[in-house]
């Protein structure tokens, strides 16, 4: 006889009664939706927990086109339900359990002033947490079916959370939250969020604007001191260009409803655009956001400002940035390192330095729009450029409106002919695959991979 421990032995439990509600298909999927499929999930979920009992399973046939009054079982439970039958209820999905957004709502609700939650399955949704998560998650489930905007029913749940009275205003630099509107533009804390956003987006790093910020005495989002974490979120933050990501976070038990973050696509995530006021230009955001997938640093090296813009002559692959550290030719050190065919499947047979590649397009953009440059900076490119094809002593330079420049390089034998730079770099670089050099280079590009 095994030795049998008893648990709360003493404690009378109260255990909640459960209804199952399921739709069973009679299309394609009926053998996965088969009623008695669901109800052995149902019933192996119940058993796992004692303080919940099954006292019955509702389910309908799923005929396309059958509104909510169509639905027998459907009613039945709800039925149960008014009657105090029901605790808790438990259903497959989101889309398994009423037909739309306002069904869905409109029964959620009703349940919830029964002090009935539900409990959705598949996205873990349970109802007996704060409205606001429940009605954005069960908009956004539906929003993909009904493929139509749901900004308009966000700003509905939002108003809703309110008079539900149950939800925490988080408090975010910039905006401000009445008792009847969220994300109202807190004006003087929003200049600063786009003067951040601005400086950014033209090339200034986020550890110098922030150096400037407490420099001039501008107060923080939090906290005594500015720090680079408030930049770097401000600049990534969708709030700021009138979004809302939903789903950040979601309630992995729904029994402890403990809520953790939405990490690798574990669940759907839902961006709504224009869900509340914007601070900042969409232009601005969305440039913002791909000059930060351009500084993240990859073996050493970032690929800012060109991005993916530039061909090899030779083999047409795309040219990587290389960081180039400490490079001297002909006694002149390398600035800004330089774009070579050193992709894993490049030629090897192109280099160009930077900064004679930034001289040519700087002139080409001078000559045609007569606005001086000092550097290179993504934003312009993006506003102006369609493709940049450099060559071996020439730039050729297609713009958005068509037309297209041919600039010469300053190249030469003394000034990195690309070609024969790159033979020079590739006997750097079988010197380090030897071993003739320390491995401290394994970062530059053609060693990457090494
Ligand atoms: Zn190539």
Redesign the pocket.
């Known amino acids: 006889m095994a030795n049998v421990k008893r648990i709360e032995a003493v404690r009378e439990v109260t255990r909640k009664r459960v209804a199952a509600y399921c739709r069973v298909s009679t299309d394609k999927d009926a053998q996965l939706y088969s009623l008695e499929n669901q109800m052995k999930a149902f019933q192996a979920k119940i058993i796992l927990h004692p303080e919940m009992e099954l006292v019955g399973i509702y389910a309908d046939e799923d005929k396309s086109g059958t509104s909510m009054k169509g639905r027998v079982e459907f009613q039945r439970m709800l039925d149960d339900c008014r009657a105090g039958k029901v605790d808790y209820i438990l259903t497959k999905s989101v889309s398994r359990f009423a037909r739309n957004t306002v069904d869905t709502l409109t029964t959620v609700r009703e349940l919830g002033e029964l002090g009935i939650p539900v409990y959705f399955e598949k996205e873990k949704i349970d109802t007996a947490n704060s409205l606001s998560e429940i009605v954005l998650a069960i908009m956004a489930c539906f929003a993909q079916e009904e493929s139509r905007s749901i900004s308009e029913n966000v700003k509905w749940g939002i108003r809703k959370r309110f008079e539900a009275g149950k939800e925490v205003k988080v408090p975010l630099y910039g905006f401000y939250h009445t008792e009847d509107e969220l994300y109202l533009i807190q004006e003087d804390e929003a200049e600063i969020v786009r003067e951040v956003f601005e400086r950014y987006v033209h090339g200034e790093a986020p550890q110098d604007i922030m150096n400037d910020m407490i420099r001039r005495g501008v107060k923080p989002p939090a906290g005594d001191c500015w720090k680079r974490l408030q930049i770097d979120r401000m600049l990534k933050n969708e709030k700021y260009v009138g979004d809302s990501i939903l789903q950040k976070t979601y309630v992995k038990d729904h029994l402890s409803h403990r809520q953790v973050r939405n990490r690798d696509g574990k669940l759907p995530k839902f961006h709504v655009e224009d869900a509340h006021n914007a601070i900042v230009d969409r232009h601005v955001f969305e440039q913002a956001q791909r000059i930060t997938e351009m500084r993240r640093v990859q073996f050493g090296n970032s690929s800012y400002p060109y991005g993916e813009m530039l061909r090899?002559p030779?083999?047409?692959?795309t040219l990587i940035h290389g960081s180039l550290n400490n490079f001297y030719y002909n006694g002149e050190k390398i600035q800004n390192g330089g774009w070579g065919?050193y992709s894993g499947d490049?030629?090897?047979?192109?280099l160009i330095i930077q900064s004679i590649l930034d001289e040519a397009v700087i002139a080409a953009y001078e000559e045609k729009y007569g606005v001086s440059k000092e550097t290179v900076e993504f934003y312009w490119l993006d506003d102006t450029v369609e493709s940049i094809e450099p060559g071996e002593d020439n730039v050729t330079i297609r713009w958005r409106d068509g037309e297209t420049s041919v600039v010469e390089m300053e190249v030469s034998e003394e000034r990195y002919n690309p070609t024969r730079y790159s033979d020079f770099y590739n006997d750097f670089l079988d010197r380090v695959r030897s071993g003739e050099k320390k491995n401290k280079y394994k970062h530059l590009m053609g060693l990457a991979a090494v």
């Open positions: 090899c030779h083999c047409g692959k065919c490049g030629c090897g047979n192109y």
